[in-house]
């Protein structure tokens, strides 16, 4: 097979795949019959509201949160249960979480550069200089010797950006990111967001800022009572919505 080929043929699988994915806690059904497919440098962003399912649907792509049936494939590869595979491919996926996760005894530089020596078995000198290019990426890069305490809460969101980026990521996986912080650093974090996007990294975003979705996403997917109600674009999504609950859920937010 020639390499043109075998590059067309590569595209064209998604980066993350879910096929049929049911997932309960105890007898609530958190995720019905989920599939979805992300492509490479889509910017797939998940709305619906609260205890639709979103953040477990997008925990379970790194097998944070296990799943009951069905399956996630990561570049046409099954994520497996545990073992030495699962922590290859979950190193291929980057995490954003809601509370920023960084240890908070280490420095910012050695949040970032502990995955790429750990992982990628990167030399210190080499990670450290990759780290400082991430950190001035993001805008950060004067904290670099400060602990996270001494941080914004929108700074250390950042870092979080910087220390998943440091993977090498073939997407990254951001569960409601700006949802701790203050409203006035909301908007440095989402800016962050923005430009990793024109850039081409492929993104599963779940959020509650509507303006973000709308700018940025190539799709939209609405979610209510663990299932995918509705997928579309922004434009049609938000101008447009299908189903009765997509328009209730639109309603609600322009309400306030």
């Not at 049911?22 to 059904?29: A, E, M, N, P, V």
């Not at 609260?50 to 997008?58: D, I, M, P, V």
């Amino acid at each position: 097979m020639s390499d043109t080929m075998h590059e067309t043929m590569n595209d064209r699988t998604p980066v993350i795949e879910l096929k049929h994915v049911d997932k309960h806690f105890g007898s609530l059904h958190v995720l019905k019959d989920i599939n979805l497919s992300v492509q490479k440098g889509e910017v797939v962003v998940i709305i619906g509201p609260s205890g639709s399912g979103k953040s477990t649907l997008c925990r379970t792509i790194n097998r944070l949160e296990t799943i009951d049936s069905g399956e996630i494939l990561i570049e046409g590869t099954k994520m497996p249960q545990e073992g030495k595979e699962l922590a290859r491919l979950r190193a291929q996926i980057g995490m954003v979480f809601q509370s920023f996760n960084l240890f908070a005894h280490k420095t910012i530089i050695d949040n970032v550069i502990l995955g790429p020596m750990d992982v990628l078995k990167k030399s210190k000198k080499e990670a450290k200089e990759e780290a400082m290019q991430l950190l001035s990426r993001v805008g950060v890069d004067s904290q670099a010797n400060k602990v996270p305490a001494q941080l914004s809460g929108g700074q250390q969101q950042r870092v979080a950006i910087a220390r998943a980026l440091a993977m090498h990521p073939k997407a990254i996986l951001f569960d409601e990111p700006t949802s701790a912080l203050d409203p006035e650093m909301i908007g440095e974090v989402l800016d962050v967001m923005t430009k990793l996007a024109r850039e081409g990294m492929t993104m599963l975003v779940v959020t509650h800022e509507m303006n973000f979705a709308r700018r940025v996403a190539s799709r939209v997917i609405f979610m209510d009572g663990g299932s995918i109600v509705e997928e579309n674009t922004p434009e049609e999504f938000f101008n447009h919505p299908k189903s009765q609950r997509a328009q209730d859920f639109l309603n609600s937010i322009q309400a306030h």
